[in-house]
């Protein structure tokens, strides 16, 4: 007798009331234990090291390189389909405790054994440590942590010190700033865009016309209907997953190399924060999409035999839709300066550092006033020869002369004002 539902399905959620659903089960080998990371000489508790890439007893100092799998571009990839998230392997792998910041709202999971009670994104000391939850999807791939704390300190030091607008004793904060290394959670996108296209492009031509006797010539613009079709894959298109990470602080570190990428271990997040995702896979999707949407609609544009067109039209489907959940790393830093706190943010595989940075705005008003010596200066010899008789003819270069002075000391003071804005509103 067969029996309902059979023991190789679960029940899925279902989006029709009165109607039950069943997919089936997730593999054993994708449902994997919780483990525990300690040293197999003194029973110490072991943590990943990014130095030398493998987990290393905080203790005795007993080293076991992790079976590190580079897979890169080629990380396995899911398709959208109910099935295949419900057979994506659920949890972190190993038993963690979650921070949940009272100020700023985050929340970041850490190791047992961890003792901190400092956000990593605010550096409040308002928080809660409950035990964190298995639910989440768990990652399949993350790039490992490639860089040391030592390494953060030598580029936030270089970072602190390479504009004259900032206070001299910034570079102190650099040397006693706490890095928080962390894993922070992205979606990976690909899919095929096919496109169709039809607008109306300019095209100009110049016309001789008789004026009053005269013949003379004039621009012509004509409107002529173009169409075309793009075929454009969109290959690793990257979206943060979590909400609590300043998208414009990310822009600035710059991208990732996807061919570092590994099958993802628990190991490498012993003695470590991470963050699960609070950007669903269906948000994500409609935000990388429209990513999709508008490079697509450049290349239809960049079809047409002039860029000045209207009543652009385009059809757009896509295909061979598939998504990654993984791991970035990052290591984050708050230093106070006065009554505020900074942000900064070092990219954990390549360097590359973003943050915001007081600005000393005694320096500034300084350089713009000085900036403007020259035209003052200038402008008042201007004047001088012009109410000197035997000089009054020197006028006219002298006072072209003090506006160039001008013009110049306004582009200084503009730019200037607008780079230190730039470096502490983020």
Known sequence: MNTFPPTDYVRAQSAVPGIEVYVPRPPQEMQQDVVAFHCPQCDATTAYCAENGGLTCIHCGHYEAPAQSIVGKAAAEFEFTVETVARAAHGWGIERKELSCQRCGVHTTLSTDMLTHTCPFCGSNQVVQVKATQDILRPRFLVPLQIGEDDCRRITIAWLQNSWMLPKNLQQLGRTAEFTPIYIPFWTFDAQASAYWRAEVAHTRQKTVWRNGRRTTQTVTEWRWESGNVELFHDDLLVNGSN??????????????????????????????????????????????????????????????????????????????????????????????????FQVMINGQSGSIAGQRPVDWRKVVGAT????????????????????ANTAHLAAPVGFVAALALIGALVFIIHTVQTALKMDDV
């Open 244 to 341: 609590q990470v300043s998208k414009m602080l990310l822009r600035q570190l710059r991208g990732y190399d996807l061919q570092a990428l590994v099958l993802y271990d628990a190991s490498y997040l012993a003695g470590m924060q991470a963050q699960a995702y609070d950007v669903d896979l269906e948000t994500a999707w409609e935000l990388g999409r429209a990513v999709m949407r508008q490079r697509t609609k450049t290349a239809c544009q960049g079809q047409a035999t002039s860029q000045r067109m209207r009543n652009f039209s385009m059809s757009l489907d896509f295909s061979e839709e598939t998504w990654r959940y993984i791991l970035l790393p990052m290591y984050l830093a708050t230093y106070a300066y006065g009554r505020d706190r």
């Open 369 to 388: 006033a000085v900036s403007l010596l020259p035209a003052i200066l200038s402008g008042l010899l201007a004047l001088y020869v012009t109410a000197t």
